[in-house]
C-alpha cells in the first residue's frame, strides 16, 4: 500500500513538472494569448508624404522596372528600382526570414533588407529609412506560399532591425493599398494607364531583346540599341504632360468646365484614356523607338535551337541568380531564347475569372432553380451571366488589342498572345484548368501547345525549389512526354545553390536541341536546292534582309529562326530569278516580232 502511494505522488509530481513544461514552452511561442490573431496595423503612407518617402520595388526584367519607375515618377512620386537579386541577398533573405519559404521570398527580401543596410552604411539614419522608403510589391492568396509573402517580408524586416518598415501591396483581387487603407498611393486614370503602357512595352522588348541579341552582327550592339531606346521612352514617360480638359478647351467652354466637377471629371477621363491609348506623342515614340532598333544588323543564317520557358511567374522572369541567370547561360551556349510576356499572366486571370464565372453560376445566379414557366427569373438569370461574361470579355479583348497594337508599331515581330481556350483545352487530358496555385495548368497547357504546333526545339521550365503548384505540373509532365515522344522538355528548380548542376542539366537537354534545330536547317536548306554560299550572297546584295524587323513570313512545322529564314530566302531568289528571265525572254521577243 505504502509503495502504491509512493508511485501515485511521483506520478503526480511528473504531470505537475510536465505542465509547467508546457506552460512555459507555450509562454515562449507566445501561444498562451487568448485571442485570435489581428494583422498588425501600420503606419499610414500619406498623400503629404508623397514629396519625400521613395518608393522601392523590383522583381521584373530591367525593361519593366525602368519604364515602371518612369510612370510612379511622372505621377509625382519619389520611386527606386532595386538591384538585381543575388545569391548573397539569398542567404540574407534566409537568415532573417522563416524555414521552408520559396526561394523568391528569400531573393526579394533579402534584397530589399541588403539595400536598407547599404542604405544605413551610407550614413542614412535608420529612422529615416523607416520614415522616408516604402516597398510596393505584389501579393495574393490561393493554395500556395504566394499568399504568405508579405507577411514574410514583414517577419524578416523585423529580425533584420527594420521593425515598421512600411510595405503597400498590390492585389490581383483588389488593386493597390496598404495594410491601413489610407490613399498614400493613389491609383488615378494616368497612373493606371501609365502603368498598362509600361508593362505592355516591357513585354514586348523584353521578347525583341531576346530575339535580335542571339543574331546580332556587332557584339553588344542590341544591348546598347536598347538600353538608349528604353532611357528614352523612360523621358517621354516621365516628363509626358497630364491632359486637362481645361486647358485643352475653347476659350468659350473653359468656364463651363471649372464651374461643373461632374463634367469636367467625365472629359479628363476620356481625354486622359485618349491621351494615353491613341495621343500622338505615345505613338510617336513607339515608332521613333521602332527606327533606332531597326538599325541593328543581325545573321539569320545562324543555326540556333529555340528554347520556349514557362514555369514559375518569378523564376521565369528574373534575369539574375534567381534563375541560376539561365537566359544569359542559354544564349552563351548558343540557344534562342523564348520568353514569356507578363501579359499571358493577366490574359490567363481574365480567362479563368469568366470559366469560373460559367462553373458556378448554379450556385452564384440570383434565382436558384426556378421552374420553367418563370420566365422573369429565367431571363434574369441568363441576362445577369451575360453581363458578367460580357465585361470579361470585353476586358480581354482590351487586353489582347493593345498587347498586340504595341506589337505592330514596335515592329511587328513579336510573337502574340497565345489564346487561352486553346491552352486550357490542350492541357485539359492532363491537367484541370480549374487546379489552383501557381500557373494553374498553363505549364502544362504552354509544354503541349509549343510542341504540337513546332514552335520550339526545347521547353525549360523555371521554378523555386519545392514549389508546390509547379511539383503537381511537373509530375503530370511525365504522362505528357509519354504521349508526345520528341518533346524535350526541362524541369530545373531554382535556389540560391546548384548552379553549375543546373547548367550542366541544361546543357544536356540543350545538346539534343542543338541536333534537333541542325537537323531541321538542313533539310530546309536541301529542300531548296541552293548552296549556302549562294544564299548568302544574295543577303550581302539585298541589306533589308539584315535588318532585325524584315518580315520573315511563319511556315508552319519549322521551328528554327534560321530554317524560317533561308527557305523565305530561298523563296526570293526564285521569284527574282524567274522575274528577270521573263523579261530576258520579253526583250528577246520584241526585235524578233519587229
Known sequence: MATRLIQIEQDSEIQQRLAAERLRLRKLAGLDQHKHFHRPVERAFTAEERSKVTILFGGFTWKHEDLIRAVFQGCGYRCEKLPVPDVPAFQIGKEYGNNGQCNPTYFTVGNLVQYLQFLEKEGVPRQQILDNYVFFTAGSCGPCRFGMYEAEYRFALKNAGFDGFRVLLFKDSDGIKAASGEPGLKFTVDFGFGMLNAMLMGDVFNDLIYQIRPFETHKGETDRV???????????????????????????????????????????????????????????????????????????????????????????????????????????????????????????????????????????????????????????????????????????????????????RLGGITHHLVPQTELAELAHPFYNQFARGGEGHLEVGKNVYYTVHKLCHMVLALKPFGCMPSSQSDGVQSAVINKFKDMIFLPIETSGEGEVNAHSRVQMALGEAKVKAKAEFEEALKSTGKRMDDIRSYIAEHPELRRPFYHVPHRDGIAGTAAQFILHVSDRMDSSSHFWRRTRVQGAQIPSAA
Open 226 to 408: 536598347f538600353r538608349e531606346t528604353v532611357d528614352s521612352l523612360c523621358e517621354d514617360l516621365k516628363h509626358r504632360r497630364s491632359f486637362e480638359i481645361e486647358q485643352s478647351a475653347p476659350d468659350w467652354a473653359k468656364p463651363k468646365f471649372k464651374s461643373n466637377k461632374i463634367l469636367r471629371n467625365t472629359f479628363n477621363v476620356f481625354g486622359k484614356m485618349h491621351e494615353h491609348l491613341w495621343g500622338k506623342d505615345y505613338l510617336s515614340a513607339l515608332d521613333s523607338a521602332r527606327e533606332k532598333m531597326d538599325a541593328i544588323e543581325v545573321d539569320r543564317t545562324k543555326v540556333k535551337p529555340l528554347v520556349k520557358i514557362t514555369g514559375e511567374f518569378w523564376a521565369q522572369t528574373t534575369e539574375g541568380d534567381g534563375n541560376f541567370n539561365m537566359f544569359a547561360f542559354l544564349e552563351r551556349e548558343g540557344a534562342q531564347v523564348l520568353v514569356e510576356p507578363i501579359a499571358t499572366w493577366v490574359a490567363y486571370l481574365m480567362y479563368q475569372a469568366k470559366a469560373h464565372a460559367k462553373a458556378k453560376w448554379p450556385v452564384t445566379r440570383p434565382h436558384r432553380n426556378p421552374e420553367w414557366w418563370e420566365l422573369k427569373k429565367n431571363l434574369a438569370n441568363q441576362m445577369a451571366l451575360r453581363k458578367k461574361l460580357m465585361m470579361i470579355g470585353a476586358g480581354e479583348k482590351f487586353w489582347y488589342y493593345f498587347y498586340h497594337r504595341v506589337i505592330d
